[in-house]
């Protein structure tokens, strides 16, 4: 299965599901799930990204329990501290142990107006905190049939690229708006074609080192029944789950892909 080094990362973004209670029962059970599992953390990544109510919980417990979830929010102020009403600063994230936070969501990019600079400057205040961005990029339906698969998202992490050392730990999620939440993923072949496309944007931005190391992964409509088609293309190194990550039964299966893949 390893057909590269990249550790495999399948993270599941809650979105606006779960309060902190609800939070801690889920991730008590995954953990046990996993455990029962004997699963091998050290070669698939599961993170958790709740809303930012839940942090606080989720980082008690899995500090308390030694768990080896990791975790992030879902979105960060571009501003360090002051008169920001209903911001979070990534120092908060951080403070938090946050490892990653999601940054330029197509939820927030339609629903909030977020636009490539303003993402890009969100990159920056996380890396400036140590935490690992998760860049999300894609194209929409409109997109698809003007620009074609890869016109659009490859634009997007240009622009997010901005100021970034290619020494950066990063993460870039490619979500064609298309599929979130549609039930309609994209083909294997589909994804395939955009990681590369992302991938020869790392190259060109970052060198040869940050193209082979940083981890690229597919978001939208992902399930059980597909993820294996996804993790066996070599520039697709995880998942960003939406739907299936608050079912349990679902989520841990996901995580456990080389169980349904062979190794
Ligand atoms: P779905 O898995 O529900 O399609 O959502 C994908 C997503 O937006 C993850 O960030």
Excluded at 177 to 200: F, H, K
Excluded at 206 to 217: F, K, V, W, Y
């Amino acid at each position: 299965m390893a057909v590269n080094k990249r550790t495999a990362l399948i993270a599941g973004n809650w979105k606006m599901n779960l309060d902190h209670l609800q939070a801690i029962a889920f991730v008590q059970k995954l953990a046990w799930s996993l455990k029962d599992a004997a699963h091998d953390f050290d070669a698939v990544e599961a993170a958790i990204f709740p809303p930012f109510t839940d942090l606080r919980s989720v980082q008690t417990l899995i500090a308390a329990d030694k768990l080896s979830l990791t975790y992030g929010g879902q979105d960060v102020s571009e501003h360090e501290s002051g008169a920001h009403t209903g911001e979070v600063s990534a120092a908060f994230l951080a403070k938090l142990d946050c490892r990653y936070v999601i940054i330029g969501h197509s939820e927030r990019r339609t629903q909030h107006a977020e636009d490539d600079a303003l993402v890009a400057r969100k990159v920056q205040a996380a890396l400036r905190h140590g935490l690992v961005p998760v860049i999300c990029v894609g194209e929409s339906a409109e997109d698809l049939k003007v620009h074609g698969p890869s016109a659009i998202p490859v634009a997007q992490l240009q622009r997010a690229l901005d100021s970034v050392p290619g020494s950066a730990d990063i993460v870039v999620a490619y979500e064609p708006v298309w599929a979130i939440g549609s039930g309609q993923p994209a083909t294997a072949d589909q994804a395939e074609s955009v990681a590369v496309a992302l991938r020869n944007t790392l190259q060109e931005h970052g060198g040869d080192e940050m193209s082979s190391r940083t981890r690229i992964l597919y978001g939208g409509s992902v399930s059980p029944s597909n993820i294996a088609g996804y993790m066996r293309e070599p520039n697709i190194d995880g998942a960003l789950v939406g739907g299936a990550s608050l079912d349990l039964a679902a989520f841990a299966s996901i995580v456990r892909y080389q169980k349904h893949v062979g190794s």
